[in-house]
């Protein structure tokens, strides 16, 4: 309990004359708030989400709880983008064509993109020559840095989804830098959505690996379920937390009225 107080989970506890702590109904309510507010929120935002209403400050507390809803928003629609994309790999779908090792290289990308120190980050130059018009081209290659700026990951996490085989992108023969083509596009997606799920990259491979056998969506399937379900049981547990949190709050407000203590939110 004291190490509770300490971290401001719970409110701070009186002392006797001797020093000593005590504790009332409010802090083991406090505590059962916490507790509930863990599976849905984390330990890091429980924790803030509990010192803020300690000190009374509601709308940070709220701010919070705004902050882990978005999140599970935003994570049913990663699902949701990844079961598009995966009915797309379905036996119907087109098969995606690497680039040759003597294709052009791609446009570097407008001004503004980040070219961080690694020199492999950086696309090269100069830029290749416009496709004639006519039929839709095959997307054009593109390097590593480009790519991690397009899922918001840093070009070393690339690397290391390479490392463990996620993720081949072919070297390109003059400057030996990391080409990467529709298909392993694809795949570095896949792999990004799939990690935002929460999943490791040992349990990523196998699902990887059967999509590049085109297995279709069957091996896949029960992934994206488990995945659905964590989901629902994470937004039930939002729920949970905050018939807590508001069961807390209405005893702090009573035990302050009793005190004939003014509660202001900040």
Known sequence: MRNYEEAGILPA???TESGYRTYSPLHAQALDTFLALLPGHGHPTATGIMRAVN??????AFRLIDESHA????DRRTLSAVENALRDLGPGAPKPRD?????SAPAAPPPGTPAPGDPESRPPAPA?????EGPTPTPAPTFIGPLADRLSVRPATLRKWEAAGLVRPRRDPLTGYRVYGEAEVRDARLVHQLRRGGYLLEQIAPLVDQVRAAGGLEPLEAALGDWRSR???RGRALLTGAAKLDAYLNEQER???SRGVLRISS
């Open 71 to 74: 999140q599970l928003l935003e």
């Open 13 to 15: 506890a009186a002392r």
């Open 55 to 60: 000190r009374g400050a509601d709308d940070e």
């Open 255 to 257: 035990e302050r009225q």
């Open 128 to 132: 290749a020559p416009a496709p004639p």
């Open 231 to 233: 989901l629902a049981t």
């Open 99 to 103: 680039p040759a090792p003597g294709d």
